[in-house]
Nanobody
Framework: VQLQASGGGLVQPGGSLTLSCVAS????????MAWFRQAPGTEREFVAA????????YYADFVKGRFMISRDNAKNTVYLQMNSLKPADTAVYSC??????????????????WGQGTLVTVSS
């Protein structure tokens, strides 16, 4: 199983980035997908999730209205569109997958499978 995240980089405050996570080795359509992030010295925290069909999304309060999660089941890929980025958004962003999950609770240890993460740095 591999969850390969990409799209991170350096962006100025107020800018945008789109992260991608391509899954292999799992049946993508049976897995809820989520993004988490971890800044240095802090605990991993939930950012956003999308259910198996893509019709239901969940967001942490601190990203509502700024980030959007989506998925393309034909490409085994989940995306995170990030707008109006702030320095506080600086972190390693990782994607995770859990099979047949339909809840709205996403603790730091959620997920059957995890990717390695991509670094997002928001700085002027």
């Amino acid at each position: 199983v591999q969850l390969q995240a990409s799209g991170g980089g350096l962006v100025q405050p107020g800018g945008s980035l789109t992260l991608s996570c391509v899954a292999s080795g799992i049946t993508f359509t049976t897995h809820t997908m989520a993004w988490f992030r971890q800044a240095p010295g802090t605990e991993r925290e939930f950012v956003a999730a999308v259910n198996r069909g893509g019709g239901r999304q969940y967001y942490a309060d601190f990203v509502k209205g700024r980030f959007m999660i989506s998925r393309d089941n034909a490409k085994n890929t989940v995306y995170l569109q990030m707008n109006s980025l702030k320095p506080a958004d600086t972190a390693v962003y990782s994607c995770a997958a859990q099979e047949y999950y339909e809840g709205d609770y996403y603790p730091p240890d959620w997920g059957d499978w995890w990717g390695q993460g991509t670094l997002v740095t928001v700085s002027s």
